[in-house]
C-alpha cells in the first residue's frame, strides 16, 4: 500500500494531533531507504574504525611520553573518538536490522545519540587544533618548539572534551519514543522537539562546525604561501628535512580538507535544509528527497572515523615508523612460533 506523499497542513488549535500525524507519515514514508543505507554503512565502517583506531591508540602509546610530540597527543585523542564511536555502530545496525525497533534500554538509545554528535564535534576541534599546531609549527617554529608541549596540547584536548560533552548534553535527554506500538530511537517526539533541533542545529553550524572551518581555512592559507615561499624553514632546515617537513604538511593540509569537504560540509549543510523542509511544511516529496540526502550525508559522516586513520599514516613520521616496527616485530614473532611448532618432536 503506498503512502501519499503531499503538502503537509498547518497546525492550529485542535488540528495540532492530525498535523503531527500527517507529519510522521511523510517522515516515515520512506524508512526502508534509510534503514539500508545505515545497516550497509554501520556493517562496513564499524571493523574499519574499530581495528584501525585501536591499532592507531596501540602505536600512539608504543610510542610513549618520551618519544611523542604533541600533534600524536592530538591525533591519539582523536583515535579514542573515533575507537569509542565506533563501538556504538553494532547496536545501531542492529537498530534498523529490526525495522527500526529499539531492544535495548533507554540509556543505550540515549549514549548511542550522544555519542554519534561528541564524536563528530571532537573530530572537528582535534583536526583544528592539529592544523593550528602546523601552522604554528611552519611558520613560527621557535615559538612552536618553545611553548607548544605535549601537556599543554593534552590539557587543550581535555578541554575540547568537556567543551563538546556539555555541549552536547542535551541529546541525553531524549531517548526512546513510542510509535506504532514500538521504541523508537533517534527520532524526534514531536513538531516542538523539530524545532528544539533546529536550534540546536544552528548553534552547532556556527560553534562546531564553521568556526573551525574559518580558523581551518586561515592557517592553511598562511601555511602554504609560507611552504611557497620556503623562507623561514629554509633559515633553520636544509635538503632532505626540510623536503620531508614540506610534503608531511603538505600531506596533512590535503587530509584535514578532504575530511572536512567530503564527511562535514554535507552532512552540516543537508541536516540544516532537512530541518527547515519538516517544520516549514514543504511538499513532501520534496521533504522525503531531502530525507535521502541527509540520510547519505549521516554516512558520510560516520566515514570520517574510518578516513582518520589515514591522517597518522600519511602526516606523521613516528606513527608510520612504529607501525612498520610493530609489523616487522609481528611477522618474527609468528615465524618463530611457526619453526617453533615445526621443530617439535611427534609424540
Not at 115 to 138: D, E, G
Not at 279 to 285: A, D, I, T
Request: net charge positive; with cysteine; glycine share 4%.
Amino acid at each position: 500500500m503506498s503512502v501519499h506523499l503531499g503538502t503537509l497542513p498547518v497546525a492550529s488549535g485542535s488540528n495540532t494531533s492530525v498535523t503531527n500525524d500527517t507529519l510522521e507519515m511523510c517522515i516515515h514514508s520512506d524508512d526502508p531507504f534509510k534503514f539500508n543505507a545505515y545497516i550497509i554503512t554501520y556493517l562496513l565502517v564499524f571493523p574499519f574504525a574499530f581495528l584501525c583506531n585501536t591499532g592507531a591508540l596501540l602505536i600512539f602509546l608504543v610510542q610513549g611520553p618520551r618519544r611523542g610530540s604533541s600533534a600524536c597527543v592530538v591525533m591519539m585523542n582523536l583515535a579514542l573518538s573515533d575507537a569509542s564511536f565506533s563501538l556504538t555502530l553494532p547496536l545501531r545496525a542492529f537498530y534498523y536490522l529490526m525495522n527500526g525497533v529499539w531492544r535495548f534500554p533507554d540509556w543505550l538509545c540515549q549514549l548511542c545519540g550522544y555519542s554519534f554528535y561528541v564524536n563528530i564535534y571532537t573530530s572537528i576541534f582535534f583536526l583544528t587544533l592539529l592544523s593550528l599546531l602546523r601552522w604554528l609549527a611552519v611558520t613560527q617554529p621557535l615559538r612552536h618548539s618553545s611553548q607548544v608541549t605535549p601537556t599543554r596540547t593534552m590539557l587543550v584536548c581535555l578541554g575540547i572534551w568537556v567543551f563538546v560533552g556539555v555541549s552536547v548534553s542535551p541529546f541525553l535527554i531524549k531517548g526512546t519514543k513510542e510509535r506504532s506500538g514500538s521504541s523508537r530511537c533517534f527520532e524526534p517526539y514531536d513538531e516542538s522537539n523539530w524545532r528544539r533541533l533546529l536550534q540546536l542545529n544552528y548553534v552547532s553550524l556556527a560553534v562546531g562546525f564553521l568556526f573551525p572551518l574559518l580558523t581551518i581555512i586561515i592557517c592553511y592559507s598562511s601555511l602554504i604561501r609560507h611552504l611557497m615561499a620556503g623562507s623561514s624553514l629554509s633559515s633553520i632546515q636544509s635538503g632532505n628535512s626540510h623536503h620531508h617537513t614540506r610534503q608531511r604538511s603538505v600531506h596533512l593540509v590535503s587530509m584535514v580538507i578532504v575530511t572536512f569537504l567530503f564527511c562535514f560540509l554535507p552532512y552540516h549543510v543537508m541536516r540544516s535544509v532537512h530541518l527547515h523542509a519538516v517544520l516549514e511544511k514543504w511538499p513532501c516529496e520534496v521533504t522525503v528527497v531531502l530525507r535521502r540526502a541527509a540520510v547519505v550525508t549521516l554516512c558520510l559522516a560516520a566515514l570520517s572515523s574510518v578516513v582518520n586513520p589515514l591522517l597518522y599514516y600519511y602526516s606523521a613520521k613516528k606513527f608510520r615508523n612504529d607501525l612498520r616496527d610493530v609489523l616487522r616485530s609481528s611477522r618474527r614473532s609468528f615465524k618463530r612460533r611457526a619453526s617453533a611448532g615445526r621443530r617439535e618432536p611427534e609424540t
